[in-house]
T-cell receptor, first 115, second 114 residues
Framework: EAQVTQNPRYLITVTGKKLTVTCSQN?????MSWYRQDPGLGLRQIYY???????DKGDVPEGYKVSRKEKRNFPLILESPSPNQTSLYFC??????????????FGQGTRLTVV | QKEVEQNSGPLSVPEGAIASLNCTYS??????FFWYRQYSGKSPELIMS????GDKEDGRFTAQLNKASQYVSLLIRDSQPSDSATYLC??????????????FGKGTKLSVKP
């Protein structure tokens, strides 16, 4: 079954304690991305990756890091989380190429609370 | 700053009626347009994509695109209570890199009353 798997689903942490949210896809997609979703602000892209070892900033990258060492995995790293990073996070994997590429596969979401 | 605008709603329609969801976008170079459905607490689910001016139908859903007016809409015929969700409009530019990334609207909440 084609899927994007995120872990953990829920996480409560304290300010400053480094954390990683994992994302894995089994569809051999080249393009992967991370979004955060906040009430009244919608979905905003944090980082994206067009292939292994190729990553770039989205609209709200501050406070986040990513890596893409393997095609299937795209972890999101918060080196020093702060309360304003409390949000619902989604990893997405894209099918198609060029103009037809679209984020058709989203992970289940990770609800992060930073206290 | 590329923007995608949607009415936040809630849009309330009776069961069996047509629900009309609208979206405008600011980037004239946009080439790809998508509608996602998101149930509360769940991940977005792609339901329609449209690339050319005109209408595209898929079951009870019809997407309409007017690039001259920078307007895209989603019609849901014979609305059902199970259609109650937030509908996200997303737009993508023609180019690679960051210009090829999706820009999402904030979503319209639809409520279908039995």
């Amino acid at each position: 079954e084609a899927q994007v798997t995120q872990n953990p689903r829920y996480l409560i942490t304290v300010t400053g304690k480094k954390l990683t949210v994992t994302c894995s896809q089994n569809m051999n997609h080249e393009y992967m991305s991370w979004y955060r979703q906040d009430p009244g602000l919608g979905l905003r892209q944090i980082y994206y990756s067009m292939n292994v070892e190729v990553t770039d900033k989205g609209d709200v990258p501050e406070g986040y890091k990513v890596s893409r060492k393997e095609k299937r995995n795209f972890p999101l790293i918060l080196e020093s989380p702060s309360p304003n990073q409390t949000s619902l996070y989604f990893c997405a994997s894209s099918s198609g190429i060029g103009i037809l590429r679209t984020e058709a596969f989203f992970g289940q979401g990770t609800r992060l609370t930073v206290v | 700053q590329k923007e995608v605008e949607q009415n936040s709603g809630p849009l309330s329609v009776p069961e069996g009626a047509i629900a009309s969801l609208n979206c405008t976008y600011s980037d004239r170079g946009s080439q790809s347009f998508f509608w996602y459905r998101q149930y509360s607490g769940k991940s977005p689910e792609l339901i329609m994509s449209i690339y050319s001016n005109g209408d595209k139908e898929d079951g009870r859903f019809t997407a309409q695109l007017n690039k001259a007016s920078q307007y895209v809409s989603l019609l849901i015929r014979d609305s059902q209570p199970s259609d109650s969700a937030t509908y996200l409009c997303a737009v993508k530019g023609a180019y690679g890199g960051s210009q090829g990334n999706l820009i999402f609207g904030k979503g319209t909440k639809l409520s279908v009353k039995p």
